[in-house]
């Protein structure tokens, strides 16, 4: 075989050439260039470690600091492209290392596989995202507390799409700012369970080296290394964790993309959407789009699909190490944009939000928003609940038939139903005074 060293970090024991088709099957160069920084970043690591414990001269050392340290500014600036016929992001920044540095650059790969390599640089990447997720997290916490705050007007509530009973949008849209803040928490224990260190396990049995793998942890942020090293090779537990609970946060932001579009059709007329996170119609010129929310419902399945295919991936694969792991990184990589990009949009639509206060308000007035609140009158006068129940369901027949609201009936025409309905009745079912009473009252206190 030719000096497999050129275009691979492999080939010694082989006679010939890797097939075409298979060379490009196996590559995953072109689609994992954001795993340079922190391949970069472990390679680091690993040579302060190797200075340290004597494998390496401070010279050999601080020749590959520099050279690593020239390659990832050299990628930023756009001086050095990445591409070229490299298997994988560790051949790219191998080879280019040798060709700054010379043949010290072939001892950066002392005391370490691919296998221990690649996920820590996943490990780190993983990191990195889930931080950037939760920090979008309280971006759009942030812009929901202040929307709500800006908008206490009454609405209806539901249950099954029906009018159910009066709440207000601001207590509504806290709901969306209680579920964002589980997800907050879940991302963050997901961080505090990545606080192994795979660097050292080397293939799948450690080294025979006297290498100090404490050492690596505290320059990468890692609270211990793995104690298992075929554990350490082989968990992409960090990952599907991550994504699992991405994709509980895409479901929330899904429900609420979801609203957003109900509540901008010209059927409920509760909100508007910005022109800048809508679009329009190619053949009908009166139409007004809310692409943006119904392409946040729309990619709660592709991150759903990233996390089943990881697990379908990963559910058969005996220890250590096996080549299916490779595909954990594009999924990932997907799913992790993929909720970046709707958390931002999400914060924009809602920022830019125009709530419509008087129409809401029309809206509760046609519901029988208040029937909960008069067998609760009942109640207090004496009457059990489940009778109660009976007598305002009547109520409720004989308003539908009469084309009336419950506040709209007279005294009269409420006595035929019960004598417990005095005139003190009226001001118990006032919307307004509904949410000032009792436990209600925090919704007009978030």
Known sequence: ?????????????????????????????????WLLQPDIEGSMAHVTMLVQVGLLTSQEGQLLHQGLAGILADVESGKLA????????????????????????????????????????MKLYVRAQVKQVIDKIHNLQDTIRQKAQQNPCIMPGYTH???????TFQSHLMAYHGMLARDSVRLSNALGLMGENPLGCGALAGTTHAIDRQLTSRLLGFERPYQSFEDGVSDRDYCLEAMADFSILMMHLSRLAEELILWGSQEFGFVELDD?????????????????????????????????????????????????????????????????????????MIATLKVKGERMKQAVKQGFLNATEVADYLVAKGMPFRDAHAVVGKMVLWCEEQGKSIEEMTQEQMSQFSPLLQGDLYSYIDYENILHKGIKKEMLEI
């Open 161 to 167: 799409l029906q009018r159910a009973q009066v709440i």
């Open 276 to 348: 800048r996170y809508t679009t329009g119609s190619s053949i009908m010129p009166q139409k007004k789009n809310s692409d943006a929310a119904e392409l946040v419902r729309g990619k709660t399945g592709r991150v759903y699909g990233g996390l089943m295919g990881l697990l379908t991936t990963m559910k058969g694969l005996p220890l250590a190490y096996n080549k299916d792991m490779q595909e954990d990184k594009e999924p990932f990589y997907d799913s992790a944009q993929t909720v970046l990009d709707c958390l931002f949009m999400m914060e924009r």
């Open 82 to 121: 990445l591409c070229g016929d490299y298997e994988d992001i560790h051949t790219f920044v191998e080879l280019n290392l040798v060709k700054r540095v010379g043949d010290v650059g072939k001892k950066l790969h002392t005391a370490r596989s691919r296998n221990d390599q690649v996920n820590l640089d």
């Open 1 to 33: 075989m030719a000096d497999s060293y050129q275009t691979k970090l492999w080939g010694g024991r082989f006679k010939q050439e890797e097939d075409e088709r298979m060379n490009r099957f196996n590559e995953n160069f072109s689609v994992t260039h």
